[in-house]
């Protein structure tokens, strides 16, 4: 009987990951113009992140494309509407690139560099032992709110250029939650460099590792 191959394009999770995309698309594509549909699809897009690791722990359809498919996905998310967010407030720009690259390479050497740990047998600094960083990686409420008022400072920025929406202490609501998870926000990013850092000097261990195993089959 021939084996049949799964295909893991089409795994449920996999699939929501796709719509994703497609939802973030077409939110950029009305971005400038369009507040209320383009957030509909941006938050729509941002919520099934949450349901696509569900679906894939549910039906056990996790997959390493499904890691970075999502990963990938959030990043350009949030590229997209850092980009529009530079054009609305161009005298904020340099904190938008700042940030846009903080998010991108963090994540991207972070995510890179545990793929290789993952080949070796190697000791690596595990941030995870700092009695602050492991209620960040252990408690899932801190992250969701971390992520959520990171999102929420973003989003509010972006509103604030169509609406300034009700008076709440003499401040439009808006500007308000900008305000307020504007701190969450520079502590997220606080955080990303710090992931960059530490997966440096992790990659750092690697390269030293695989050189000295080279330089002793050398002389062998």
């Keep these: 009987m021939a084996e049949t191959k799964e295909n893991i394009f089409l795994f449920v999770p ?9 939802l973030a698309i077409v939110s950029f594509y009305f971005m400038p113009t ?5 957030c509909i ?6 919520l099934l992140d949450a349901v696509d690791g569900h679906a894939a722990r549910l039906l056990n359809q996790s997959t390493k494309f499904g890691g970075m498919l999502d990963q990938l996905t959030d990043r350009a998310g949030t590229a997209g509407l850092m980009m529009i967010l530079a054009t609305f407030y161009p005298r904020y720009t340099f904190w938008f690139q700042l940030s846009m690259a903080i998010d991108i390479t963090g994540h ?17 600094i595990n941030m995870a032992e700092n009695p602050i960083m492991h209620v960040y990686y252990t408690n899932k409420t801190v992250l969701f709110l971390m992520c959520a008022g990171n999102e929420a400072f973003y989003a509010s920025l972006y509103v604030m250029h169509f609406y300034t929406g009700p008076e709440v202490l003499g401040i439009g609501l808006f500007k ?8 969450v926000a520079v502590v997220k990013a606080a955080i990303s460099v710090l992931h960059a850092i530490v997966a ?3 990659l750092a261990i690697i390269d030293v590792n695989e050189r000295a195993a080279i330089s002793e089959k050398q002389k062998n």
């Design 200 to 202: 440096s000097l992790n």
């Design 108 to 124: 991207w050497i972070y995510l890179h560099t545990c793929t290789l740990q993952g080949k070796t047998s190697h000791k690596f």
């Design 176 to 183: 308000l939650i900008a305000l307020l998870t504007m701190p």
């Design 14 to 22: 996999n699939l929501i990951g796709f719509a994703r995309i497609i």
């Design 41 to 46: 699809c941006y938050i729509t897009s941002a």
């Design 34 to 38: 369009h507040c209320a549909l383009a």
